[in-house]
C-alpha cells in the first residue's frame, strides 16, 4: 500500500479501536489532564498542611500534574470538609484531613453537611503522629501527676490551645478532661500551627498536641512535654513517660492524617492516586520525612482505599459515641 494511505489506515483503524474501548479506560489515561486541588481544612505549617504539601510534592511529579494545596479554614476543619463534598467528583478535588476531626464534625456541628464515611471515597492514610501532653516552658508543673494535682485544685484556670473545636488536638485534651476528672479553658485556633506559636509564648497554657507539629519545639526546648498518649514510649522522646507510666490510664490518642475524594470520583482515579502514594510512602524520601516530623508511616493495610475505608468507619462509630456519651461540645 502507498505509505500516505498505509498511515491514515492504520489511525482510522486506531480510531475505531479507542472508540469500541470504555470510555473510563481512554478517559483514565489522560488523568491528570490540569492541575489538582488538595483541600486542606487547617491553616498553613500544621500538620495536615504540611503532610498534604509533602505528598503533594510527589504526586505532581508521579502524575504529572501539579497537586496543589487549598487551606480552607474554620470550624475544627468542618468548613473544609463543607467544600470538598460539594467539588465536583472528576479527580481534580480531594480532602485531606485528620481523621478523628474529619469524623467527629457531623457529632459536634450542625452545619457539617456530610457523612464522613458514606460521602467520601478513602483514598490512603498518609502519616500517624502521636498526641503529647505539652506545657508552655514555666508552667509550675513538672510532671503530668503535679500538672493534674494543680488542675483539680483549679478548676477551669488552665488553658489549654487547639486546632478548633473538633479538631485531634481539641478532642484529645477533652478526653484528658473526662479521665482526669479536671475542667480546662479551651481556645480554639485555626490550626496548630496558630495555636503552638501562643504555647511558646505562653499566651497559653498547655496543648495535646501532635508529635509532628510539636516535635521541633520539644527538641529546641521551648515547650515542655509531660507524657506521649500512646502504648509505649517513643523513639523520638525516649525521656518522656507514656500517660499510664505517669498515672492517667486510658489516654490513648493518635493523629493520623488520610486523603479522601468526594463520592463518585471514578475508581480509576482512585486507583492512580492511591498507588502513586503507596509508592510514594514507601520511598527513603517520604520515610526520612516523617521521621524528621516525629511521625510514621501508617500501620497495616490503611495506605490502601479499602484500609482506610475500615479504618474511618471504626473512628466515625468511636468518636460519635465519645461525643454523645461524654457531652463534649464546642466553643
Ligand atoms: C488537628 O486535628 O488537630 C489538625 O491536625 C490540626 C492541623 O493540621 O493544624
Redesign the pocket.
Known sequence: MFKPIRLLARSVLATSILALLPATAAWAQAYPSKPVSLI????A???????ARLYGEQLSKTLGQPFLVENVVGA??VTGTNRAVKAAPDGYTFLV??V??HVAGPALYAGATYNPVSDFEPVASLAEAAIYIVVRKDFPAKTLKEFLDYGKANPGKISFA???S???????CELLKLKAGIDMLHIP???????LNDLISGKVDMMC??G??VGQQLKAETVRALAIAQDSRSKAFPEVPTTREAGLEGLIVN?S?AIYAPKGTPAPVIKAVSEALDQAGRSDLILQRLEQLVSERPSGDRMTPDGLKRFTAEEFAKWTTTIKSSGIKIN
Open positions: 486542606v481544612p487547617f491553616a505549617g500544621g500538620p495536615t498542611d504540611t503532610i475544627g476543619g484531613h485528620n478523628a476531626p487547639s486546632a478548633g473538633g479538631s485531634a488536638t481539641h478532642l484529645a485556633y485555626r490550626g496548630t500551627g496558630p495555636a498536641d501532635q509532628l507539629n493523629a492524617t
